[in-house]
């Protein structure tokens, strides 16, 4: 699906703080006048909104003062009008806000940009190579993104069949830092993403659920057999009144039938 398709399917309900990114600033406009007439969006306007402004910058503007619409469009805000209730409208001035540096990128928009972007990026805040970003900014790049670098003599980096080369030819991006008489190289690919795992629904009945689990296997292999084992047969004068019931279940049987059962077993 083309990102095309996937930003007519958003709407104001369906968006969120990661496809947010995927949209554009006459794409805020036509969205919310799309859920003009939805009351679910009027009773979670501020919810939609926040959204919004996780990745764009907004401004309400003066409409009558076209001084001041001016200065917001000659920064490269869009400004349209957005009608907030039954009664209200309001002028927004709107932006999407720029990535230009490492702590721009997010969880949310780290998958939203190209390899050659996120080459840009990290061009602009180097020093110190791959090794001198914080880890929080690792772990949010390398959710997005194959990394790799290696540190080569600068007249080896470029060596003819080396990593440089194939890497390359496999579709990264890179940043060269130099160091010296050394140049580090950051590799960058975007990650496909990974495939959603199904929910599986079982048709089987609960028998056949059952032979799916595991099944704990009982050891009989040193265990006796049943002909083997000595069953102890009772002995008649360990039988007494007090100890009888413990050797016979008896349930809730007649006090006269418990009697003539007990005397009919001594006899045998």
């Given amino acids: 699906m083309s990102q095309q ?6 709407t104001l309900k369906t968006l969120t703080k990661s496809s947010v990114w995927d949209i554009q600033e006459n794409d805020i406009f036509r969205l919310c006048d799309a859920a003009d007439k939805d009351a679910e969006v009027k009773d979670n306007l501020r919810h939609y909104i926040d959204i919004i402004r996780s990745a764009f910058t907004i401004e309400e503007v003066n409409p009558e003062s076209k ?11 869009k400004v349209g009008q957005v009608k907030l209730d039954e009664s209200q409208k309001v002028t927004w001035a709107i932006k999407k806000r720029p990535i230009s540096r490492v702590t721009d990128l997010t969880y949310e928009n780290i998958r939203h940009i190209s390899a050659a972007k996120l080459v840009e990026v990290l061009d602009r805040n180097f020093g110190g190579g791959w090794d001198s970003l914080s880890q929080s900014i690792k ?4 959710s997005g ?3 790799s670098t290696t540190t080569l003599p600068k007249d080896r980096l470029h ?14 991006d890179v940043l060269e830092v130099s160091k010296g008489s050394w140049v580090e190289a950051i590799f960058a690919k975007v ?22 689990e595991d099944v704990e296997i009982e050891d009989t292999f040193n265990k006796p057999d ?3 084992i000595e069953i102890a047969e009772p002995n008649d004068e360990d039988i007494t009144e007090d100890n009888y019931s413990t050797m016979m279940d008896l349930g809730a ?8 059962g007990l005397a009919d077993y001594v006899e045998d």
């Fill in 159 to 172: 060596k003819k069949g080396g990593l440089y080369e194939k890497k390359v030819a496999d579709g990264f």
């Fill in 5 to 10: 398709t996937e930003t007519k399917a958003i």
């Fill in 191 to 212: 990650k496909p993403e990974a495939e959603k795992p199904r929910m599986k629904y079982n048709t089987y009945s609960s028998d056949e659920e059952n032979e799916d």
């Fill in 226 to 228: 049943e002909d083997d």
């Fill in 253 to 260: 049987a007649d006090p006269d039938e418990e009697a003539e």
């Fill in 145 to 147: 993104f194959d990394i």
């Fill in 67 to 77: 001084l001041e619409v001016k200065k917001y469009e000659n920064l490269g805000y």
């Fill in 139 to 142: 772990d949010i790049i390398e």
